[in-house]
């Protein structure tokens, strides 16, 4: 039981569809992050969020529009995906962005681009 | 890139400490070092973290050389829910973590 909970946990989707997944923590904290895991490569961070303001987008296409209405929700806007987007998406939190604070993860959306 | 280098895969029977190492040779000063754990599908799950000291909680110890260039994650007492990738971190600056290939970690009956 993490304190992060994600929707849906599994998702399949065509090329031209439009879905979101949306994240939402229950721990008070005031940093959210997108991280996506292909398959047999390293968990890479995607996008950063404090206190509602982005801080870190890693490069990432504009196909994943991320959103972050307040410190509790975090959500992740797709359209126009590939199939070598399939992976899994995780969230995280912490209590803010600086070094000394661990993250807590939720179970991850796995999604599946046909 | 991770700065870190772990063995790819270990084995431990279950009730042995299981004993996992992490080489960051390179590390900084205020860098912190950082264990997380992913059981399969799952999301990662945080361990335990230190800077300079050895740190102890309910779930591991951890102890760090002291020069820093290197530390040694223990699990005291490892069972089959321990089967999981560790993965050792270290922070490169204030949010980022850089996730390598971690250590697999196989606990046996």
């Known amino acids: 039981e993490t304190g992060v909970t994600q929707t849906p946990r599994h998702l399949v989707m065509g090329m031209t569809n439009k879905k979101s997944l949306k994240c939402e923590q229950h721990?008070?904290?005031?940093?959210m992050y997108w991280y996506k895991q292909s398959a047999k490569k390293p968990l890479e961070l995607m996008f950063v969020?404090?206190?509602?303001?982005?801080?870190e987008n890693n490069s990432v296409p504009s196909r994943f529009s991320p959103e972050c209405p307040n410190s509790s929700h975090l959500f992740l806007h797709l359209h126009t995906l590939q199939p070598e987007d399939s992976a899994l998406y995780l969230c995280a939190s912490s209590q803010d962005r600086w070094a000394d604070n661990e993250q807590f993860f939720g179970p991850g959306t796995r999604l599946t681009v046909l | 890139d991770a700065k870190t280098t772990q063995p790819t895969s270990m084995d431990c029977a279950e009730g042995r400490a299981a004993n996992l190492p992490c080489n960051h040779s390179t590390i900084s000063g205020n860098e912190y070092v950082y264990w997380y754990r992913q059981i399969h599908s799952q999301g990662p799950q945080y361990i335990i973290h230190g800077l300079k000291n050895n740190e102890t909680n309910e779930m591991a110890s951890l102890i760090i050389t002291e020069d820093r260039k290197s530390s040694t994650l223990i699990l005291p007492h490892a069972t089959l829910r321990d089967t999981a990738v560790y993965y050792c971190?270290?922070?490169?600056?204030?949010?980022?973590?850089?996730f390598g290939t971690g250590t697999r970690l196989q606990v046996f009956p």
């Open positions: 721990l008070g904290h005031n940093a």
């Open positions: 971190i270290v922070r490169v600056n204030t949010d980022k973590l850089i």
């Open positions: 969020y404090n206190f509602k303001e982005q801080t």
